[in-house]
């Protein structure tokens, strides 16, 4: 399953290279969010991965101006992503979302930027999540319109690369029939309860880059993400996955973080906790065997954390 992979990054198809190893911000609030990017600058990360929609950027620019302050890291070291939210799919209104995360960040260009889903939601002010009696107000915006203005942000120089997340199948093959540059990267959500190969294949015969999210499960995600019928235990402390990790003398986030890069698929674990951050870091000086993946793509039940409910009705719902 995958060479032995020293090098540490994967190399995009428009010629960029994407770290492995990410730090993941969803949920972590702001202040606990500059405090995680200066820990994991700090124990070697150089992917760090955020949208607007987290409302954290303005410190996670801090904590990396405060790196390259400190002559720790230059900007060039770093792989920053980012993403266009759904309620910014008008054609006037990406380049205001890039203009706000630039702005925030402190930065002059992104490394990766993404559309965040292929739901396009009405602009209200600066709501997330725009509702009116009790419903989430949408629009019939096409995810292909809005790939013809991230084609002119890269053009531009303001964006590196540009990708996706939240893609199926069927709307990348879509986009792909259309695009005059194909996405570099799918960000999804994939562990061993969530294994996904057909989506994988796909990327990889297509040369698409696959960014995992939710590598853990996500057993700290809001509740606006949860289904409604309970979750299975949690994925760190799945029997398969504590006997993977006991064999290799590694702890379960090391072996669910290995699973991903041994596959050639960069991972986002989010942590907060310098302990955490550091450990999630020791996954190149070992490998998973043939039967530890048979083992952990055995745990496969179709179970999503995240699937944001709310907008089901939606025609270009992924999930």
Same mark, same amino acid.
């Given at each position: ?85 759904? !309620?910014?799919? %008008? /054609?006037?209104? *990406? ?10 960040? @402190? =930065? +002059?260009? $992104? ?40 084609? !002119?942000?890269? %053009? /531009?120089?303001? *964006? ?10 069927? @709307? =990348? +093959?879509? $986009? ?144």
């Amino acid at each position: 399953m995958g060479e032995h992979n020293n090098d540490q990054t994967i190399c995009l198809n428009d010629g960029s290279r994407m770290p492995l190893l990410g730090l993941g911000t969803w949920k972590a609030s702001a202040e606990l969010g500059r405090g995680a990017v200066e820990a994991a600058i700090a124990a070697g990360y150089r992917h760090i991965d955020t949208a607007h929609s987290y409302r954290n950027e303005v410190q996670l620019g801090q904590a990396v101006r405060a790196k390259i302050k400190q002559g720790i890291i230059s900007r060039k070291d770093m792989f920053i992503v980012s993403k266009l939210w759904c !309620t910014y799919h %008008a /054609s006037s209104d *990406v380049q205001l979302c890039l203009s706000q995360s630039l702005r925030d960040l @402190q =930065l +002059e260009y $992104l490394d990766l930027y993404l559309i965040h889903f292929p739901v396009a939601l009405k602009r209200v002010g600066d709501e997330l999540f725009p509702m009116k009696d009790g419903k989430i107000l949408t629009t019939d915006i096409d995810y292909v319109d809005v790939w013809r203005k991230m084609e !002119t942000l890269q %053009a /531009s120089g303001q *964006v590196k690369s540009i990708g996706v997340s939240n893609f199926n199948i069927a @709307q =990348l +093959e879509r $986009l792909l029939s259309v695009a005059k540059v194909p996405p570099a990267v799918n960000q999804v959500e994939l562990h061993p309860y969530l294994v996904q190969s057909d989506l994988i294949r796909f990327c990889k015969d297509r040369n698409i880059g696959l960014t995992a999210y939710c590598p853990f499960g996500s057993p700290g995600r809001p509740q606006e993400y949860h289904r409604g019928d309970t979750d299975p235990e949690n994925l760190l402390e799945d029997p398969v996955v504590q006997s993977v990790a006991k064999k290799h003398k590694r702890s379960p986030a090391q072996v669910l973080l290995r699973y991903h890069i041994q596959q050639g698929i960069s991972v986002i674990p989010k942590s907060t906790k310098p302990n955490h951050i550091l450990e999630n870091t020791k996954i190149f000086d070992f490998s998973l065997n043939e039967e530890d993946f048979r083992a952990l793509q055995g745990l496969d039940r179709g179970w999503k954390a995240c699937t944001l409910d709310s907008m089901k009705s939606h025609p270009y719902y992924p999930f």
